[in-house]
């Protein structure tokens, strides 16, 4: 098993796993009539470790196993820091949520797969996020997020979505589904099924990076010339389940498959349009 650190598709599931573990973790919190008083009472930290099995990398045929650590820190469900970046919630209101945030990464190495060799590594470096969130019904919500790559790439990945968290009292109608969100009411339900589709776009920077096959690379490579311009790159779809272990446990799994669109999906560096990527992590609020 490696624990080299993780590619674009086992992170986008680790992020989900964060995200539904971090909000069920607050949910109890506010359940047990937890308050922040000031100081470090207004601290909420998580550590957590888990397994991702993903592609090597966007569009590979091979699969790898990878573990992780995981750490957050949230101040007053407002501020996270974790070992991913720092971001916040500029806006709350209404049902629309507004994040921004700084964090590192959106390389790859030409290691990372035999496919890749020659090709070059694209390197890491900050990554520029906003995103926004919006209660369309109760348990379902719509995001859009923008990550800016500030090196490597150097490119623009914009991300459309649905996401829904049930209780699973509601499905087996043990539970009335309510106008309040999932995380409001957590600590009450135990388990919960996570559902998601997502649409991705990517400007010709990134995807070039990426896809493209200069003609130094197809010297180096074997493989044919190619150009990759802007354009959708790729749909998604997850589902999940979350479980509440306690009063500080977390129990979370996300199996995630995504196919390729456009350039991205015609590229001579791709070997499958279509990819799994699946994660199983644990969690602990103190």
Known sequence: MKSKPLN???????GTCLAVFAGQAAAQSAGN????TGGWNDWDFYLGAGVAYAPEYEGSDKQETSAFPAF???WRDTLVVSGEGIGAFVYDRNGLRVSAALGYGGGRDESDSVHLRGLGDIDDGAVISLGAQFDLAPRVTATADVNTFLKGSKGTVVSLGLQSQVPFGVVRGALSPTGNRYDDVASQQGLALIGGVSIDWANDNYNQSFFGVSAAQSASSGLRQYSA???????NAEIGFSQTLGDNWGLTGIVQYSRLLGDA?????????GNYAAVLAIGYRF
Do not use: F
């Open 8 to 14: 674009h598709s086992a992170l986008a599931v680790v």
């Open 33 to 36: 009539g937890a308050s922040g």
């Open 72 to 74: 957050e820190a949230v």
């Open 229 to 235: 311009g802007s354009g959708l790159k790729s749909v």
């Open 265 to 273: 999906k015609d590229s001579p560096v791709v070997k499958s349009e």
